[in-house]
């Protein structure tokens, strides 16, 4: 470790990673790397149908929770955020969407520029290693691999078929720029095992000029002046601090990015006042803004044999999954139990355009409960969401302990749309359902059940039983100072220098049905425009 390095990140989750492996690849260019979690090779980590164990477990999570929310019965939600290295494309679930290109489109008219679609695409491209679809469209030299889900299984070509005939046109390939439609779905898998950026990055292009500290927990960033230049962290008992010779980047997610920017001193001021933090910049917008996917999970019971359930709960059958999965590197133990979605608006606008997805799976859990368990009987599940929801939440610290868990107000269907596209989605499901290609395998709907039938009946249910889809972004939104924006066009901080936020705080509205492809894509040509600004500086 050096006294001075080029660059701190602050955070090595997805983003993270990805920006700190690119910024070392520059020959002049040294690099150090700050992770709260560990560097842990846990097999749950890397074999995709144990999602569930990182997802709930402890271990490289930090089990956040909301406070009790308004718009779901005064329920706190549980709140995963991976804490190991490569952060939570360690414990996800693997789906790779690129996302809506209006949604990326229509940034520019938030004052941002540069994020159009035709101009970000590239950033996907390079990022990832597909081998189906057109070459001149998708990457195929990339650090991620991507697989395919092939439908030849009775559940999905029943839920594919069902879609078409609800009037939902197939689409073959949903990151080739038309989104909308029902398509196999596509994961970062590799040989059978989940492709993270850990794998697919920082494994993959080991750099002298790259340090990684583990254990680094950021306690705040330094300042001279207006300008950032280091950070100090805890590690065990011991207090740190690294400079910087040019920039400071936090990477920590948008859940902590913008508690480390607070705890710093950048933020309202008067809150930051009022927890005894010397303010450096007034810059309202932090932790503003939050965005997340509830999601409400129908299940039914099946007659097929194919349910991820029979699986979980017959010792003979989970014996076999692992041999399969030992000789072949495929098999139930490669895949996280979804095979499909369809993409589809409710009515003619962007805001009622919801993804709804098939699992090969029932779970009995109850989401007051801390526990996820699978039906005993074969059952599958078809989930919703809004993608571009309209209810937005916050982020703060509680006090100026690095250690205190911020406080998170999701604020979910805290808009009336929220709420009236989230029963039809429920609407569209059991139309769905009800196709004869789906009829022919639903024994019966178990959740919410038949006896849920009026509007009001289904809203109550969703209020009651949904839970997030693991998406939260916007807390450090990008565009202009004026509109409460925190970070420009470049990731950039308003109000100071040499510091930028690069993560999926960034992102101003919510883009994609799923968020980790967009942290690698923001990841991606944030580290290209650090690049770009610094030595073309350093030209003039």
């Known amino acids: 470790m050096q006294a001075e390095y080029d660059y701190i990140v602050a955070g090595g989750g997805a983003a993270g990673t990805v920006v700190a492996v690119r910024l070392a690849q520059q020959a002049q260019c040294r690099v150090l790397l ?34 009790p929310e308004a718009g779901l019965n005064q329920r706190p939600v549980y709140f995963p955020r991976g804490k190991v290295i490569g952060g939570s494309s360690r414990i996800n679930g693997m789906l790779w969407v690129w996302g809506n290109p209006q949604e990326y489109d229509s940034w520019s008219n938030l004052g941002i520029s540069g994020w159009r679609f035709s101009e970000i695409s590239k950033h996907y491209k390079y ?56 398509s196999p779905l ?87 006042g009022s927890l005894g933090i010397k303010p450096i910049a007034n810059v309202p917008g ?11 999970r129908m299940a039914f019971r099946t007659s097929t044999r194919e349910s991820y359930n029979l699986i979980q709960h017959s010792l003979v059958q989970k014996v076999n999954a692992a041999l399969r999965w030992l000789a072949y590197k495929d098999g139930p133990l490669t895949n996280i ?14 805001a009622s355009l919801t993804k709804i997805q098939m699992l090969k799976l029932s779970s009995a859990n109850n989401a007051r409960e801390k526990k996820y368990s699978l039906d005993r009987f074969a059952g599958f599940t078809i989930s919703s ?32 749309s929220d709420q009236r596209y989230a029963v039809q989605s429920i609407h569209k499901i059991r139309q769905i359902a009800g196709s ?43 565009g202009r100072e004026e509109d409460g924006a925190v970070v420009d066009s470049r990731l950039r901080v308003h109000g100071v220098h040499g510091l930028r936020v690069v993560d999926a705080s960034v992102m101003p509205t919510m883009p994609s049905s799923n968020t980790h492809a967009p942290a690698i894509l923001v990841a991606e040509k944030g580290a290209e425009m650090i690049l770009n600004d610094t030595f073309k500086q350093e030209k003039l």
């Open 127 to 182: 990022a990832e290693n597909y081998q189906h679809g057109t070459h001149q469209i998708r990457g195929r030299q990339g650090n991620v691999n991507i697989v395919r889900h092939v439908a030849c299984d009775a559940l999905t070509r029943g839920f594919i078929d069902s879609c078409v005939d609800s009037d939902i046109p197939y689409n073959p390939d949903y990151n080739a720029g038309q989104f909308e439609g029902v």
């Open 186 to 272: 596509q994961f970062n898998i590799l040989n059978g095992y989940r492709h993270s950026v850990k794998e697919a990055y920082l494994d993959a292009q080991k750099n002298r000029n790259l340090d990684v500290i583990y254990e680094a927990h950021v306690s705040r960033i330094l300042f001279e002046g207006s300008r950032a230049v280091g950070v100090e962290y805890l590690q065990g008992d011991q207090r740190k601090t690294v400079r910087t010779a040019r920039e400071v980047v936090v990477s920590a997610g948008a859940i902590q990015s913008p508690q480390i920017l607070e705890l710093s001193g950048i933020g309202n001021s008067a809150r930051l």
């Open 34 to 67: 700050l992770e709260a979690g560990k560097n842990d090779n846990w097999l749950c980590f890397r074999i995709p149908i144990l999602v569930s164990k990182t997802m709930l477990g402890s271990r490289g999570n930090w089990r956040f929770y909301t406070n």
């Open 385 to 416: 969401f809004l993608v571009h929801p309209q209810s937005r939440g916050s982020v703060h610290i509680k006090s100026a302990d690095c250690f205190e868990k911020p406080l998170i107000n999701a604020n979910y269907l805290s808009s009336e």
């Open 286 to 296: 932090v932790g503003e803004n939050l965005i997340d996917h509830l999601n409400s």
């Open 337 to 350: 139990g979804a095979m499909a979605h369809a993409l589809v608006r409710l009515d003619d606008t962007r």
């Open 436 to 478: 004869a290609y789906m009829q022919a395998l639903v024994d019966d709907e178990i959740r919410p059940g038949v006896q849920c039938v009026t509007d009001d009946e289904i809203l109550s249910w969703i209020k009651e039983n949904s839970l997030t889809s693991f998406h939260p972004v916007g807390t450090c939104k990008m």
